[in-house]
């Protein structure tokens, strides 16, 4: 719930900002949950960073992340 806060906040001020709920997290249907894994997280976050790396207005090299 807090992510989505702190990417508006973060939008507000004029930076490009994406909230996402981490594998067997959120409110996705599936079998697994709440399971924590390190490997997966960072490959979680990795992703994020691939796809707004992609976006044509987002500076890859300025890239930055926060964990709530």
Do not use: C, H, W
């Not at 990417?7 to 930076?15: I, K, L, N, V």
């Not at 992703?47 to 207005?57: F, I």
């Amino acid at each position: 719930m807090a992510s989505g806060l702190y990417a508006q906040e973060f939008a507000r001020m004029g930076f490009v900002a994406m909230a996402f709920d981490q594998s067997f997290t959120g409110e996705s249907g599936g079998a697994v949950r709440n399971a924590a894994s390190t490997d997966i997280n960072t490959e979680d976050f990795l992703a994020a960073v691939d796809y707004l790396g992609s976006l044509p207005y987002v500076d890859r090299e300025k890239i930055g992340l926060i964990g709530i």
